[in-house]
C-alpha cells in the first residue's frame, strides 16, 4: 500500500507514508491497494465520458456514479473491501458501456477511434488476488524515477478532486446536479490517469480543481438552503435529554431529515454529531422539537462518545473509525458511500432498522443541566449582521477577523487553534467553519456591541459562505479581499480540507495559515512555491502569529 493522503500519515526519515500492512486510520494495505485500483478505474471510466461528450453524448449516471464512487476512497470513509469491489466492478460495467457507444459513434461518423489511457483499457480481474495483483499498476506513486514535486503535485491534484468529488455528491443528494461541472470533473480525472510530467500543467490543474469546487460549493450551498432555508442564529444544547436517542453524525442533512420525519411520535429523541452540528440551525430542520442538540464532539473523539451513547448511531458521511474499538459496532449504521465491515449498511430512505434499535437501547436515563452554545452564522445571517459589524469596523470597536476553520484531529499541536482563539484580542471576531471549532466552541467569548464574538458559519463546505461574506466585506470597503483585517488560519485533516484550500488559493486569498502540520504529500520545493506564491505558510506559535498578523494589519 502507498497512502498518504491525511495528516496522520506515516511520517518517516527514510520516506512519508503509509506504506506497511495497514496505515494509521486503520485501513489496512489490501483496502488501500482496492481503492487505488477503484480510483484507476474511475480515471478511465471519465476518459470514456470526456470522448462522448466530444459527440454530445452525456451519461447522467455516469455523471452520477464517479464522484461518489471516488468519494468512497476519502480517509476514514470506506474500509470494507467487498464494497470497493462492487465500485470497481461497476466502474468496469459502466466502462465497457461508454466505450461500446463511443466506437458505434466513430464508426457512424467515420472517425477513427482514438488510443486510450492504460486506465481505460485495463481488463479487471474476477478473484480478489487477481485484484490486488492488477492494483499495482494503479498505485498513486507508480512510475520509476518518480521526481517526487511533479509527484507531490499530482496527489495536491489527486486529492483535492477526491474533495470535489465529495462535495458533489453533497450536492447531487439535494438534487444540485451540473452537465458543465461533471464535465470538467471528468476531464481532470482524464488528465490524472495520463501520469503526467508537465509541473506547470499539473500546478495550473490544482488551480482548476479550486475553481471548480467554488462552483460545487455554491451548487451546494444552493441544495441546503433550498430544501433547508437559510441557517439562522439558534441556541442549541449540548447536553443529554432524558429518552431514547439515535445519534447522526457526518454531512448528509437529508438523512437527518428522514431520520426525523420517520421518527415523529416515537418518543426518540434525536441529537447531532460531529459536522452535524450545524444542521440545528435551519429552519425545516430545527422545526422538529424531538431534535434535542448535539452530542459529542469531533469525529476522532467518537470511539469514546458513541461507546457511552445508549442509542443508534448513523454515518451519513466521513469520518468514520473501527466501532468494534468500542464496542458499538451492532447499533452503528452507515449510509452511502460509509462502509466498515460487519456493519449494517442502509439503502434507500427506510430508517427503520435504526428506529428499532434506538427503541430496543435504553436511552438516556435523566436530563443533564443544559449547556448551550450559539451557532448558525451563515452566508444570510453574516450578511444580516454586516451592516452592525462594518460600522463597529468603521468606528473601531471590531479590529480583526480571525476565521478558524477546518477539520479536527487528534495531535496535540492542535492545542494552537483553541489557544489562538482564547488569545484573539477583545476587539476581534473569530469565525468558525468545520470541525476544528469543537475544540474551543463550547467556551465563552462574549460579544461586542451585541455581535457574538465567536460566529460559526458551519460545516467545512460553509467555507463558500465566508467567502461570500469577504466579498461583500471587500465591497463595502473598496477593497481587495486580501486589504481586509481579516486572517485565515486552516486545520487540516483531510482532502475536504486540501480542496477547500484550493479553492480559496484559485480566488487569489493569499496569506493563509495552515496546521498543524504541512501536507506530507508536498514537497519542501512545493511548500516554497506556494509561500512564494500565495504567502500560505504553516501556523508558528500563537504569540508569534497574533504579532506578525495584527502588527501587519
Ligand atoms: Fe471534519 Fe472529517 Fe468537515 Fe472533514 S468530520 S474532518 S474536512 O471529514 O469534513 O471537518
Ligand atoms: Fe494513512 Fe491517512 Fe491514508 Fe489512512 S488515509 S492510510 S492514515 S494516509
Redesign the pocket.
Known sequence: MFCIQCEQTIRTPAGNGCSYAQGMCGKLAATSDLQDLLIYMLQGLSTYAVKLREFEVIDPQVDTFVPKAFFAT???VNFDDERITEYAKEAARLRDQLKQRYLELCEQRGVTPEPMSAAATLLLGASKAELLQQAKVAAPNRGDDLNEDILGLRLLCLYGLKGAAAYMEHARVLDQTSSEVAGRFHEIMAFLATDSTDADKLFATAMEIGQLNYSVMAMLDAGETAAFGHPEPTQVNTKPVKGKAILVS??DMKDLELILQQTEGKGINVYTH??MLPALAYPELKKYPHLVGNYGS??QNQQKEFANFPGAVVMT???IIDPNVGQYADRIFTRSIVGWPGVTHLTGDDFSAVIDKALALEGFAYDEIPHMITIGFARNALMNAAPAVVENVKNGNIRHFFLIG???GDKAERSYFTDLAKAAPKDSLILTL???KYKFNKLEFGDINGIPRLLDIG???DAYSAIQLALALSEIFECDINELPLSLVLSW??Q??IVVLLTLLSLGVKNIRTGPTPPAFLTANLLKVLEDKFGLRNVGTVEEDLEAILGAA
Open positions: 476519502l480517509t476514514n457526518g454531512h460531529g459536522e469531533a469525529w458521511s466521513n469520518c477546518g477539520c479536527d468545520g470541525c476544528g460545516q467545512c463546505n485533516f483531510e475536504k480540507a
